[in-house]
């Protein structure tokens, strides 16, 4: 029985110039807009601080999982205060399920403390100044600047993101701030923030690692990758 030969985002990309790859980004772009149109962060929170602290604690986690655990956390801590001055040994316990305890307590102390010291207990709204905080690097200074402040600093790549843009032929980098760099040249900047949050979603939904659903894929007759 004759089998389907899966391509491979190499094989298109080696076909497609740079006006054709932006054509099919802006169809791609059009039907992930109609399937996810108000795609966002799922993290709760109420606040940049709140926001700042969940995402430290999303890293090698799920949102789920995080969402499960902030609340009592959020209730405790309510302040870049109150975390500054936390007892290293109770916030671990408090945050263990998250997986990286201790080092995401390093850094979610030291995170407020800098705060505290440099900022006046406010987390700040510029790229320059997250990125100085400990414990924070892009990835989570984009989630911060793009659901919090509503900023098109930069576009948050994080494993699905890296995974479907890669299936797409979108990039052929396997570092995250050169994937970022080539999607900020490729994506209008208007749509950065939704851009990334809506391929999280569908990485969790239908583009799921190792097994893709390409046969309910929005975009499968417009990926390099795709089964079908
Ligand atoms: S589900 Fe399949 S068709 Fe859709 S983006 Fe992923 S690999 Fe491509």
Known sequence: M????????GKRSARENEAERRARLRKIIARLERAYPDATCALHHKSALELLVSTILSAQSTDARVNMVTPALFA??????DFAKADPRVLEQEIHSTGFFRSKTRS??????????????QVPDTMEELVQLPGVGRKTANVVLGCWFKKNEGIVVDTHV?????????????DPVKIERDLMGL?????????SNALIQH???VCIARRPKCEVCVINRLCPSSRV
């Open 187 to 195: 994506v209008p900047r208007e749509k950065w923030g939704w851009f």
């Open 108 to 121: 979610i102390i030291g995170m407020a403390q800098a705060l505290m010291e440099r900022h006046g207990g």
């Open 203 to 205: 990485g969790r939904r």
């Open 76 to 81: 405790k801590y309510q302040t870049a205060q």
């Open 162 to 174: 890296q995974r479907i843009t890669t299936l797409l032929g979108l990039t052929k980098e396997k």
């Open 2 to 9: 004759a089998t389907k030969t899966k391509a491979g985002p």
